[in-house]
Nanobody
Framework: QVQLVESGGGLVQAGGSLRLSCTASGFTLYHYTTTWFRQAPGKEREGVSCFSTTDDRLFYRNSVKGRFTISLDNANNIVYLQMNDLKPEDTGIYFC????????????????WGQGTQVTVSS
């Protein structure tokens, strides 16, 4: 059974850090593109960072470049999102999702989703 479980969210002050985990079971993350999305209150869900083994590249939305780092722990089948220098505008529910093939920011391209983890950044 394919399952993605996010964890690591919480409440943090601006400038602080969090590390989100996306733990996979039922499949091997290395064979998929994994993307972190987030949804702020009242806003559309947006792609934040993407790890594509197909493209052998990492992708970040402009607003998080230099602050967020995505990585794959192949041994434990986890994709991490290290978030530093957090800002109030980073607040939202963070989801991980997977797809076969090349990287994409389109939600409709993704096959499986986790349930999300809440990140709240206070000013």
């Amino acid at each position: 059974q394919v399952q993605l479980v996010e964890s690591g969210g919480g409440l943090v002050q601006a400038g602080g850090s969090l590390r989100l985990s996306c733990t996979a079971s039922g499949f091997t993350l290395y064979h998929y593109t994994t993307t972190w999305f987030r949804q702020a209150p009242g806003k559309e869900r947006e792609g934040v960072s993407c790890f594509s083994t197909t493209d052998d590249r990492l992708f970040y939305r402009n607003s998080v470049k230099g602050r967020f780092t995505i990585s794959l722990d192949n041994a434990n089948n986890i994709v991490y999102l290290q978030m530093n220098d957090l800002k109030p505008e980073d607040t939202g529910i963070y989801f991980c999702a997977i797809k076969r093939g090349a990287a994409s920011w389109l939600e409709s391209d993704y096959t499986y989703w986790g349930q999300g983890t809440q990140v709240t950044v206070s000013s």
